[in-house]
C-alpha cells in the first residue's frame, strides 16, 4: 500500500487487543472463549470513584481544561508520590495523560532523534518495541531471563550503554512476567546509570503495577536513589491498582518542569487534554480513604490465583511456571508442549516467509484459541527481537477463579492433542 508513509511499515502493535479479532472469529462459531488474554481487571471500578465522576458530569464539568491536568489531580499525585516514594514532586512537573501509553510515545519523540539507542526490557510491555521501532531509534533489547526469576543485573544493563544511549526503561512490577525489581537491585541498577550512562540519559520508569504486589512485599522505586530523580521518568496511572481500564488515565512526572512543559506541548497536539470529570475521579481514588480496601481486595484475588495457578501449570508436562511477585500475570515456559505436541517440527517446515511472521508459542497460542477457546498471548507479543527460540505463553489470571481453573483444564485437554493439532494446521489454513 504505497500511499502511506514508510515509517508505518514500522509500527508494531499490542497483540492483546489485536488478537480480538481472532477471538470474536472463535466466538462467533458458538464458542465460549476464556479470555485470558487481556490484562484488565475483573473487577469494576468503586462506586465512590464512579460517584465522584457522575457528580462532575452532572454540575457541567465537561469542558476544555488545563491540558497538563487540573491542579486538584497533579496535587494528589504530588501527595501520593510523597506518601508512597518520599518524593517531593513541584505539579509543574506532572503530567496527565489519557491512560499510560502516551507517555512511552512522548518519551521517544521528546529524547530520541533517528539512530539513537533505546533499551528496554524484552520480554516486556510491546509498545515500548513499537514506539522505538516506528521513532527510528534503535531498539537494545535487555533480555530478561528465565533462570533470574525474569530480573536482570546491573551488569547486563552495563554491557548496553554506549555513548549513544539516550533513554532505557524500566518496568517494576513487571508486564509480562510479574518480576519485581529489588531495592538491592535498583541500587546496583542506579549505581550502574550513574557512572556509565551519558549524564542526558533519561530512565523511564513504569510503575503501572506498582500497586500489584504479592506476599505482603513494598514496591520500590529507582527515583528515590541518589542521583536518579533528576534522570528519572516516572510513570503509573489509574487503570490497573483502581481498575479503571477504561477511563483512560495516567500520568508521568518529569526531571524537570521544562521537560514537563515538552510533554505538555505534546498533549496539546494529540488529545487536547484529558476530561475533567475523569480527572476528579482520578483525584478521589488517590485521596479517599476507601480505595485501599478496595485494592487490598483485589490484590488478594490475585494472589489467591496465582498461588493456585502456578503449582497446577508445574503439575502440567511440557510446562515450568516462574512465582510472580507481582502484576497480574503468568509467563509460563511451554517449550516442552511446543515440543510434545509436534509445534517446533511444523514449525521447521514452514515455508521462510512464513516462519518470520510467526513463532512456535504463536502456534500454540492459535491452537489453544481456535481448538479449545482459549486466549493467551504468546512470546513475540511482548518484543519480538532477539527473541528467537524462547517459548514461553503469558496468562492474565485478572479473571475469575472459577474462569481462570475453566481455562487452564482446557489447556490440560490440548497438552496431550497431537492428532487435534495436526488437525488444526490442516483446517484452519493460518500457516498455509
Not at 512537573?93 to 524484552?122: C, H, L, M
Not at 536513589?225 to 491498582?241: A, D, L, Q
Request: some cysteine; aromatic content about 8%; glycine content about 8%.
Amino acid at each position: 500500500m504505497t500511499h502511506f508513509a514508510d515509517r508505518i511499515a514500522s509500527l508494531g502493535t499490542e497483540n492483546a487487543f489485536s488478537v480480538g479479532a481472532d477471538i470474536a472469529r472463535v466466538a462467533a462459531r458458538g464458542v465460549d472463549v476464556v479470555k485470558l488474554n487481556i490484562g484488565e481487571p475483573d473487577f469494576d471500578s468503586a462506586a465512590h470513584i464512579n460517584e465522584a465522576a457522575i457528580a462532575e458530569i452532572r454540575r457541567g464539568n465537561s469542558h476544555y481544561c488545563d491540558p497538563q491536568g487540573t491542579l486538584g489531580l497533579r496535587q494528589a499525585i504530588s501527595d501520593h508520590l510523597e506518601r508512597s516514594r518520599g518524593l517531593h514532586v513541584s505539579t509543574d512537573r506532572i503530567v496527565v495523560t489519557t491512560g499510560g501509553k502516551p507517555g512511552i510515545g512522548f518519551t521517544i519523540q521528546a529524547y530520541a532523534n533517528p539512530g539513537d539507542e533505546v533499551i528496554y526490557p524484552s520480554p516486556g510491555f510491546p509498545i515500548y518495541e513499537s514506539w522505538i521501532t516506528y521513532a527510528g531509534a534503535k531498539p537494545v533489547p535487555l533480555h530478561l531471563r528465565e533462570e533470574s526469576g525474569f530480573t536482570f543485573t546491573p551488569d547486563d544493563l552495563a554491557a548496553l550503554i554506549t555513548p549513544k544511549t539516550r533513554v532505557i526503561f524500566l518496568c517494576s512490577p513487571s508486564n509480562p512476567t510479574g518480576g519485581v525489581l529489588s531495592r538491592e537491585e535498583l541500587t546496583g541498577i542506579a549505581r550502574v546509570i550513574r557512572e556509565k550512562a551519558p549524564s542526558d540519559v533519561r530512565v523511564y520508569s513504569d510503575e503501572i503495577y506498582e500497586h500489584c504486589i504479592f506476599d505482603g512485599a513494598q514496591h520500590h522505586r529507582i527515583a528515590v536513589e541518589p542521583g536518579m530523580e533528576e534522570r528519572t521518568i516516572i510513570s503509573s496511572g489509574h487503570s490497573k491498582g483502581f481498575a479503571m481500564t477504561g477511563w483512560r488515565l495516567g500520568f508521568v512526572v518529569l526531571p524537570t518542569a521544562a521537560e514537563a512543559a515538552i510533554f505538555k506541548q505534546l498533549t496539546i497536539n494529540t488529545v487536547s487534554c484529558v476530561p475533567p470529570f475523569i480527572q476528579e475521579a482520578g483525584r478521589v481514588a488517590l485521596t479517599s480513604d476507601d480505595s485501599a480496601p478496595e485494592i487490598a481486595r483485589m490484590v488478594a484475588a490475585f494472589q489467591e490465583r496465582r498461588d493456585w495457578i502456578v503449582p497446577t501449570l508445574n503439575a502440567m508436562p511440557g510446562v515450568r511456571c516462574q512465582n510472580p511477585k507481582g502484576a497480574f500475570y503468568v509467563f509460563p515456559n511451554v517449550a516442552g508442549l511446543c515440543e510434545q505436541l509436534g509445534i517446533i517440527e511444523a514449525y521447521d517446515a514452514l515455508p521462510a516467509e512464513r516462519r518470520a511472521r510467526t513463532a512456535p508459542s504463536a502456534m500454540l497460542q492459535m491452537f489453544l484459541l481456535y481448538s479449545y477457546g482459549v486466549a493467551t498471548m504468546d512470546r513475540n507479543s511482548f518484543g519480538k527481537i532477539g527473541a528467537e527460540g524462547q517459548h514461553f505463553l503469558r496468562l492474565s489470571i485478572a479473571t475469575s477463579l472459577n474462569r481462570l481453573k475453566e481455562g487452564v483444564s482446557r489447556i490440560q485437554s490440548a497438552s496431550t492433542d497431537r492428532a487435534g493439532f495436526v488437525r488444526f494446521m490442516n483446517e484452519e489454513k493460518l500457516y498455509s
